[in-house]
């Protein structure tokens, strides 16, 4: 089972920007692919970011060009540099991670959520 934990939410100016890491722990077999998704109040979750474990990623068009994901391999942490924000980009967002937690066995977990608030 992998754990996820979300490190660097909060309030941020219009045209700011913003650093989300999550980092995932546990017992696996190993990582396919993290990413992240929002949830805005009234609205569908929607999928921002993902990074596959070959390093090929996947943008919503929405955040192209404003977002960029990364991770650390060797940490099992990925990260989400967010930039140019909008009053939009205002929600919870969520780490999520695909991995096998054994050879043949393919799941995936959610991290609780980092609330990034557009302080205008």
């Known amino acids: 089972q992998v754990q996820l934990v979300e490190s660097g939410g909060g309030l941020v100016q219009p045209g700011g920007s913003l650093r989300l890491s999550c980092a995932a722990s546990?017992?696996?077999?190993?990582?396919?692919?993290m990413g992240w998704a929002r949830q805005a109040p009234g609205k569908a979750r929607e999928l921002v970011a993902a990074?596959?474990?070959?390093?090929?990623?996947n943008y919503a068009d929405s955040v192209k060009g404003r977002f960029t994901i990364s991770r650390d391999n060797a940490k099992n942490t990925v990260y989400r540099q967010m930039n140019s924000l909008k009053p939009e980009d205002t929600a919870v967002y969520l780490c999520?991670?695909?991995?096998?937690?054994?050879?043949?066995?393919?799941?995936?977990?959610w991290g609780q959520g980092a609330q990034v608030t557009d302080s205008s």
């Open positions: 546990g017992s696996f077999f190993s990582i396919n692919a």
């Open positions: 990074l596959a474990s070959g390093g090929s990623t």
């Open positions: 999520n991670v695909d991995y096998y937690p054994r050879i043949g066995v393919r799941t995936n977990n």
